[in-house]
């Protein structure tokens, strides 16, 4: 276990919806990281959040967004939600001054019909 | 462009014969070079980590890999396989001043140890 928790574990939406994926960082862990795995595109990099600042940002679209709040647990809203969209996201956090090193969550699969 | 490139998509071993999983990377600087695995329905899990010194790193469950600069190569490796260590591995490296943490992850290498 590695500490860091997800929420829903599995999500089936139709097309045009919005989600809200919830995760809580290890504790003492300050930055959270959200990823998308999919089989034609593997793990990507979408967006960092460090104590409520967002601090970098990757492959993300506009259709989605996120933030995280002064409890340190982190939203990814996705919206006009398209069949592309369907993936495993990963929400990951690292400690303060740490080697660099992720922990990740058990993923949100979510499914869009 | 940074970028890490695990050529083989599938890696084939019999129990108790040693693995070796590639990975070459791309990037400025100084890396950060992490291996996870990840089985199926999880998370990734955290293996090991190059930063610097010696060139060979010892991780979790016996893996270990090493760092080649002249090459650009982390390739991680078992001396002896178990049915058990089956899973997806993914390489990823950290730009310098790696403790940033967005991750840049290769493909990903399915590794099946057959008994």
């Known amino acids: 276990d590695s500490g860091v928790t997800q929420t829903p574990k599995h999500l089936i939406t139709a097309t045009g919806q919005r989600v809200t994926l919830r995760c809580s960082p290890r504790?003492?862990?300050?930055?959270v990281y959200w990823y998308q795995q999919s089989l034609d595109q593997g793990l990507q990099f979408l967006i960092q959040y460090y104590n409520g600042e967002e601090r970098a940002k990757g492959n993300i679209l506009e259709r989605f967004s996120a933030q995280q709040f002064p409890d340190l647990h982190s939203e990814l809203n996705l919206s006009s939600l398209e069949l592309g969209d369907s993936a495993l996201y990963f929400c990951?956090?690292?400690?303060?001054?740490?080697?660099?090193?992720?922990?990740f969550g058990e993923g949100s699969r979510l499914t869009v019909l | 462009a940074q970028s890490v490139a695990q050529p083989e998509d599938q890696v084939n071993v019999a129990e108790g014969n040693p693995l070796t999983v590639k990975c070459t990377y791309s990037v400025s600087g100084n890396p950060y070079l992490f291996w996870y695995v990840q089985y199926p329905n999880r998370g990734l899990q955290f293996l090991l980590k190059?930063?610097?010194?010696?060139?060979l790193v010892k991780g979790s469950y016996g893996f270990e890999a090493e760092f080649n600069k002249s090459q650009t190569s982390f390739h991680l490796k078992k001396p002896s396989a178990l049915v058990s260590d089956s899973a997806l591995y993914f390489c990823a490296v950290s730009p310098e001043g790696g403790s940033q943490g967005n991750l840049i992850f290769g493909k990903g290498t399915k590794l099946s140890v057959k008994p």
């Open positions: 190059y930063i610097t010194g010696d060139n």
């Open positions: 504790s003492g862990d300050l930055s």
């Open positions: 990951a956090s690292s400690a303060p001054g740490g080697g660099g090193e992720l922990f």
